[in-house]
């Protein structure tokens, strides 16, 4: 049994969690640790004649945490000796080797590289559904905008070639777009697309159906969406504000826009993923050049948003209604 440092016995002997540490205990609750070691396992290094690899599940939880806190490669390291909780969460000791910055960066190519993340995203909507909370009857479906650098000082003298600009508004956009479909009764996200920044919505709305729905809620950017299925699907599409505004005063528009509220009510759910990767998870910018890797990313994070959404429920915490 290896001895304690200073820093872990002291960190051992705390009182106060702290927010990060309540948030490290239900994540450990509720991510399905033995399905994603298994899903990994078989690309993981083995011990040879080189150095001996790190534990896969220490890695994977640094993998995670890295997602959680939008920490860069050298960044994870640094937290891994500065702050106890995160080394406490990955079973890792300072009187032990800690992963520098060169072994984060290569579990991250590796599962990359071996199109792990759409696994990843695909094992924990599987856990979920059997915890009976995806149900599919029905999809919202919408588009985000997250910006890359345009900055051109780089080794090319270009921007990211992947990523394209769009106006939304009255104002330019660079990057890319995330697209998502949600399950209408929960919220959860069942389906990631990314494209660049330019793509229209309306193009992506066949990948973003899993096919067991039969009602699907979308914005006005994907009027026309019903013609490109044969499926019988209930469709509700938003209506342009200024469509409504030109109609008469009277019953017949209180009650169009009153089908509208209806909609957008329905509609908010799949704002909610968004906010937990772009505010939760710190999703500013994309972190990488290319779609690939990016996509990747945002495969883990709503994944890892999924997970963050529905922790009460995994854990059997039901919220107390109120009067």
Same mark, same amino acid.
């Given at each position: ?100 910055? *060169? +072994?984060?960066? /290569? ?7 071996? %199109? #792990? ?5 695909? &094992? @924990? ?68 697309? *990314? +494209?660049?920044? /330019? ?7 066949? %990948? #973003? ?5 039969? &009602? @699907? ?107």
């Amino acid at each position: 049994m290896s001895q304690l440092s200073f820093s872990d016995a002291e960190y051992a002997g705390k009182r106060k969690k702290t927010r990060r540490e309540v948030f490290l205990e239900e994540m450990e609750q509720v991510v399905p640790w033995k399905a994603l070691l298994k899903i990994i396992e078989p690309h993981y290094p083995v011990a040879g004649r080189g150095r001996r690899p790190y534990p896969l599940e220490a890695m994977l939880r640094v993998h995670l945490m890295q997602n959680w806190f939008a920490l860069s490669d050298p960044a994870m390291e640094e937290a891994l000796y500065e702050i106890a909780s995160l080394r406490n969460f990955a079973g890792l000791k300072l009187s032990e080797p800690i992963p520098d910055e *060169t +072994t984060i960066l /290569n579990f991250r190519h590796m599962l990359e590289e071996s %199109d #792990l993340a759409e696994d990843i995203f695909k &094992q @924990v909507n599987a856990h979920l559904s059997r915890k009976g909370l995806l149900l599919k009857r029905g999809s919202i479906v919408d588009a985000t905008i997250i910006a890359a650098p345009s900055s051109t000082k780089n080794a090319e003298g270009e921007r990211d070639p992947e990523m394209h600009q769009t106006k939304k508004g009255n104002q330019w956009h660079f990057g890319m777009k995330a697209h998502i479909g949600v399950d209408a009764d929960s919220g959860l996200v069942h389906t990631v697309t *990314t +494209t660049p920044a /330019n793509e229209a919505d309306v193009e992506q709305v066949a %990948d #973003l159906l899993h096919g067991k729905e039969t &009602q @699907v809620w979308a914005d006005s950017g994907y009027r026309g969406a019903q013609g490109r299925f044969e499926r019988d699907v209930k469709w509700h599409i938003a209506a342009r504000p200024s469509d409504i505004a030109k109609l008469p005063e009277g019953k017949a528009k209180a009650r169009v826009q009153q089908c509208e509220h209806a909609k957008a009510s329905m509609r908010a759910k799949v704002e909610h993923p968004f906010r937990v990767i772009k505010r939760q998870f710190g999703l500013v910018k994309v972190r990488f050049r290319g779609l690939q890797k990016n996509t990747a990313h945002l495969l883990t994070l709503f994944a890892l948003s999924n997970l963050w959404m529905a922790r009460r429920q995994l854990m059997g915490v039901v919220r107390p209604k109120l009067a």
